[in-house]
Structures are given as structure tokens and as C-alpha cells.
């Protein structure tokens, strides 16, 4: 798993309405309990489900191009189905 998390060059990220896929796994709105920004000048983030204490590193990204846009619009998506966005460190699990 970890070694996989290296040999990984780039996430895939798609937004739809209803889920968000990052990489191979899809994540259902109804599963999200936050989004976590952590950073200022470079900024990263975590999708935290229900039921969970801390992200899985599957689940932790950074945007390589355009972040503050990026950041922004996903901020949008979250406020449209009501996912609370927050600034804070991210908690990871391998």
C-alpha cells in the first residue's frame, strides 16, 4: 500500500454531482462528513467519511495547477450538498 502511494505520480479527480471519484475509489455524498484544508502557500486535502477518525491516505490530495480555483470550486460543490468545509491538520492512516 505504501509503496503504491510512491510509485503514484498523479491523482485522478472527478467531481460529479452526487460523488467524487479520486483515483479508483468513489465516494458517495452521503458518506462525506468533511473536507479538511490543511496549508496555506501549499495547500492539501482530506475527505473524511462517516465513521471515521482519521483520512485515509487514498482519500488525500493536492492540486498541481490552478489551486486556488480548484480549491474553490470544490468548495462550492461541498456548500451545493451541504459538506462542511474546514481549515485544520489533516490526520492520515496508511
Known amino acids: 500500500m505504501l509503496l503504491k502511494r510512491i510509485l503514484r505520480k498523479n491523482n485522478e479527480l472527478e467531481i460529479t454531482k452526487n460523488t467524487i471519484r479520486l483515483n479508483q475509489a468513489e465516494i458517495p455524498v452521503q458518506q462525506i462528513e468533511k473536507i479538511i484544508i490543511e496549508g496555506y502557500f501549499v495547500q ?10 482519521l483520512v485515509s491516505m487514498d482519500f488525500h ?21 451541504r459538506i462542511k ?10
Not at 61 to 81: H, P, V
Open 85 to 94: 468545509v474546514t481549515s485544520g491538520r489533516i490526520f492520515r492512516w496508511i
Open 44 to 53: 492539501s486535502i482530506g475527505i473524511k467519511l462517516y465513521g471515521r477518525k
Open 61 to 81: 490530495f493536492r492540486f498541481k495547477n490552478n489551486e486556488e480555483i480548484n480549491i474553490e470550486e470544490l468548495k462550492q460543490w461541498a456548500n451545493r450538498n
